[in-house]
């Protein structure tokens, strides 16, 4: 991210294994949909990570709203700032 100044996605099972990778521009990204979900009740298996170039780690409106609407087991963002 700090590189590219990018927003990076990942998304990872609960077993570890990685599920997709996206990368956007400096202020958002694309997030794929989840696949294999199990049902509109339950959760889906599947956290997102990903992080936000201006070095904000709180969850934004919209990161909040896919946390609901994928039902993800969680959503993290990690602020990225240069040293």
Do not use: W
């Not at 099972?13 to 009740?41: F, H, I, K, T």
């Not at 087991?73 to 700032?81: K, R």
């Amino acid at each position: 991210t700090d590189f590219i100044n990018r927003e990076v996605s990942v998304y990872v099972a609960r077993n570890g294994q990685v599920l997709a990778v996206s990368v956007g521009n400096d202020q958002s990204v694309e997030l794929p949909p989840v696949e294999g979900r199990r049902g509109a009740s339950r959760l889906s298996g599947v956290r997102c990570v990903h992080t936000h170039p201006n070095g904000n780690p709180l969850l934004s409106g919209v990161d909040i709203s896919a946390l609901k609407n994928n039902r993800f087991d969680a959503m993290i963002a990690v602020g990225v700032t240069s040293p």
